[in-house]
């Protein structure tokens, strides 16, 4: 089984490209959805979050201000440090729990993605085989983000800023999607990995 990391910058399209991956049948672990249901099924979490950066994030009834952490992390590095110092251990224990079980499967996937933003933040590429990058141009990004959840142009280019380049990601990628036209071409380019990836036999197992 191959494990293909998908990656890329903010409102690159991750989303869009696992959601592609999905309609084929490709069964998808989403780093950040195993984030926010840490954060909400597990208490505890809540907690050291809440521990580490005060009552401030929590909403009226005491659930995570997903803004309010938003803004906190991505103008103070420490502070997105000692987020990620909480998260990231118990991120990757869930996904290597997720790839074990696939990996025991009798009808086991000839390959599944695992949706990782931070890829080349972390230590999450010894989970992988491959990398798949998803670019799109700074343009479409801003649009796409202001479009989806109305943030300020400036916020958005600071979190840009704050990641790591699309040069550096291209450099480590074994596979770019570029995002800069149409959801149809998108669907095209999906369509020809998963063929290429459907094809492809993992010779490290
Ligand atoms: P984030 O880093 O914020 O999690 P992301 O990389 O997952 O974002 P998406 O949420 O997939 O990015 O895409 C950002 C927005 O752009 C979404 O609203 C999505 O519907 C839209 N979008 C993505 N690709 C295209 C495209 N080719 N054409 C038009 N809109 C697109």
């Known amino acids: 089984m191959l494990i293909i990391g998908l990656t890329g910058g903010i409102g690159s399209g991750k989303t869009t490209v696992s959601n592609l991956f999905k309609n084929l049948g490709v069964q998808i672990i989403d780093t950040d959805v195993i984030a926010r249901e840490l954060v909400d099924n597990d208490h ?4 050291e979050i809440t521990d580490a950066f005060g009552k401030i994030i929590l909403d009226d009834d005491g659930l995570l201000d997903r803004n309010i952490l938003a803004k906190i992390i991505f103008s103070q590095e ?58 799109a141009n700074e343009e479409n990004k801003i649009k796409r983000i202001i479009q989806r959840d109305g943030r300020t142009p400036e916020d958005i280019l600071s979190i840009i800023k704050s990641q790591v380049s699309d040069s550096k990601r291209i450099s480590e990628a074994d596979d770019i999607i570029e995002n800069n036209s149409d959801i149809k071409e998108l669907e095209t380019k999906i369509q020809g990995l998963h063929d290429k990836f459907s094809n492809t036999t993992n010779t490290e197992e």
């Open 44 to 47: 505890s979490v809540l907690e």
């Open 78 to 135: 420490h502070k997105k440090q000692q987020l990620e110092k909480i998260l990231h251990p118990k991120i990757r224990t869930k996904v290597e729990k997720a790839i074990k079980i696939y990996r025991a499967k009798p009808n086991q996937p000839q390959y599944i993605i695992v949706v990782i933003p931070l890829l080349f933040e972390t230590n999450f590429h010894q989970l992988i085989d491959k990398t798949l990058v998803v670019i």
